[in-house]
């Protein structure tokens, strides 16, 4: 490996602490070389807090200058809740920077870079670009589409069901699919789900990993607002939203006097809760990754719009035969060569079950 790629390697994984925090900031850490030793190394926490290059310099001090600095996002030229990065550099009198791909804030967008040229410090990028946008693909999909990037999220029997024919459903994958299932939840910025499952489940959505340091936001799509002001998705954080169809004031004052955040969509035309609506108003919340976890209506609804970027998919051990539920309930049946297509990327055993991750050929 080129001494340079191992490094942007070692900047990729110390930005990877950042993924269930930063949001919605981007996953960005700076490590600092000066005559082939590392002397800093930083890593963006949580928004309003440092950025990575600052906390790099911070712990590098003089021996900055003449440096090179390599870091997994062009470093910023604005001033948002923290001063500039490239103003930081330029006065530590680091001599290069290395990014791995261009900040696609249009805050920033090559701004970063032409500071810092202009200031006569050498710049590079493309270092490694795919795997830096893996990272922040939430990120790079809100500002270039948008739109948060769509992770659906489901759990299921071998031959692909989600729930016996009478709708019985607890527990179909393990206990460390479950964990994997919290970590999933602890990246996303948001998780989403319907008032069926809503109501057949009375699912928390939260997130109950020690340490964690912020609760995604929770989603429920509620057309005829069914939801009540006793169900578990609610919480007590202000964290639950609702997108629905219904104008019926007096129950979404009472969902708002229960601290629900109550979204009446605009577009009735179809008679049901537009999805690219819905995510576009996500993004303007800041939302960069969103997980689906619904039944099998809004999970086909999803995956039938063409909007899920990524398939998280469980698969355990058992077979519950054609009368039971499947993954993904569509309205039209669909001829073969309009299949929708994902392209896996990922297969591994978790505990007895099977994890596959598989990609939408559209979004990447
Ligand atoms: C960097 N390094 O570590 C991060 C960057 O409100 P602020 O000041 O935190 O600025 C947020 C924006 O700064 C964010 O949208 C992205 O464009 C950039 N994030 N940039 O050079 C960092 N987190
Ligand atoms: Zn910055």
């Known amino acids: 490996m080129d001494p340079g790629e191992s490094i942007m390697q070692r900047v990729l994984e110390l930005a990877a602490q950042g993924t269930a925090s930063t949001q919605p900031n981007p996953r960005v850490a700076c490590v600092i070389v000066n005559n082939g030793e590392i002397v800093g190394e930083g890593v963006h926490q949580r928004a309003g807090e440092p950025h990575a290059e600052r906390l790099a310099l911070e712990q590098a001090g003089e021996r900055a200058r003449g440096g090179t600095a390599y870091v997994n996002l062009e470093p910023c030229c604005h001033q948002g809740r923290t001063p500039p990065c490239t103003d930081g550099l330029i006065d530590a009198g680091i001599s290069k920077v290395i990014a791995a791909m261009r900040d696609p804030n249009p805050l920033v967008e090559g701004g970063g870079f032409e500071m810092l040229a202009a200031a006569g410090i050498e710049v590079e990028h493309g270092l490694m670009e795919e795997q830096a946008r893996w990272l922040n693909r939430g990120f790079v999909s809100r ?108 129950r979404i004052d009472a969902l708002s006097a229960a601290g629900v955040e109550v979204v009446a969509l605009s577009d009735l035309s179809s008679g049901r809760i537009s999805l690219p609506e819905m995510l576009a108003e996500l993004a303007k919340w800041q939302c960069n990754e969103v997980l689906i976890e619904a039944g099998s209506t809004l999970s086909g609804a999803f995956i039938e719009s063409g909007l899920v970027d990524e398939l998280a998919l469980f698969y355990a051990g058992s077979i519950l035969g054609d009368k039971a539920q499947s993954m993904f309930q569509f309205e039209q049946p669909v001829p073969f060569d309009q299949r929708a297509e994902f392209v896996i990327n990922n297969a591994e055993m978790i505990g007895p079950d099977v994890f596959v991750q598989a990609l939408n050929q559209h979004s990447w």
């Open 143 to 250: 500002m270039t589409r948008e739109r948060p990037w769509v992770t659906l999220k489901t759990g299921a029997t071998l031959d692909g069901r989600t729930a016996a024919y009478d709708g019985t459903s607890k527990w179909i994958t393990s206990a460390e699919a479950r964990i994997r299932v919290q970590e999933l939840r602890a990246a996303s910025s948001a998780v989403i789900t319907g008032i069926g499952t809503v109501q057949a489940d009375d699912p928390s959505l939260d997130v109950r990993i020690d340490g964690a340091l912020r609760q995604p936001l929770r989603v429920v799509l509620d057309s005829h607002l069914q939801l009540t002001d006793n169900a578990r998705v609610i919480g007590q954080d202000g964290h639950c939203h609702v997108f629905t169809l219904s104008q019926d004031e007096q």
